[in-house]
Nanobody, 123 residues
Framework: QVQLVESGGGLVQAGGSLRLSCAAS???????MGWFRQAPGKEREFVAS????????YYTESVKGRFTISRDNTKNTVYLQMNSLKPEDTAVYYC?????????????????WGQGTQVTVSS
């Protein structure tokens, strides 16, 4: 089994920054790690992903230039640095793990999920 535990959410004013962390434990797996978010009344949407074995990040268009995904393989931890936050970034952010290497932006294509952490950006 794989466990993913997120931390780092909170309340921030527009223009501010937050850093989310996701610690993976349990059965080791290759593939990729990613972040999704889900706002009230909306579907879960892809935010960013990165492979364990390379540093090729992938972002959804709306966060490019503002968010940075990174990983620390020694700690089995993935981070999401969020800068220049906007009220529309408000959502529950989920960490996800995927066994394959292909880029998949659909939530259904990911194998493991964390419990989510709330990010609220006030205007």
């Amino acid at each position: 089994q794989v466990q993913l535990v997120e931390s780092g959410g909170g309340l921030v004013q527009a223009g501010g920054s937050l850093r989310l962390s996701c610690a993976a434990s349990g059965r080791p797996f290759s593939g990729a790690m990613g972040w999704f978010r889900q706002a009230p009344g909306k579907e879960r949407e892809f935010v960013a992903s990165i492979r364990w074995s390379s540093s090729n990040p992938y972002y959804t268009e709306s966060v490019k230039g503002r968010f940075t995904i990174s990983r620390d393989n020694t700690k089995n931890t993935v981070y999401l640095q969020m800068n220049s936050l906007k009220p529309e970034d408000t959502a529950v952010y989920y960490c996800a793990g995927k066994l394959g290497l292909g880029t998949v932006t659909s939530a259904g294509g990911w194998n493991y999920w964390g419990q989510g952490t709330q990010v609220t950006v006030s205007s």
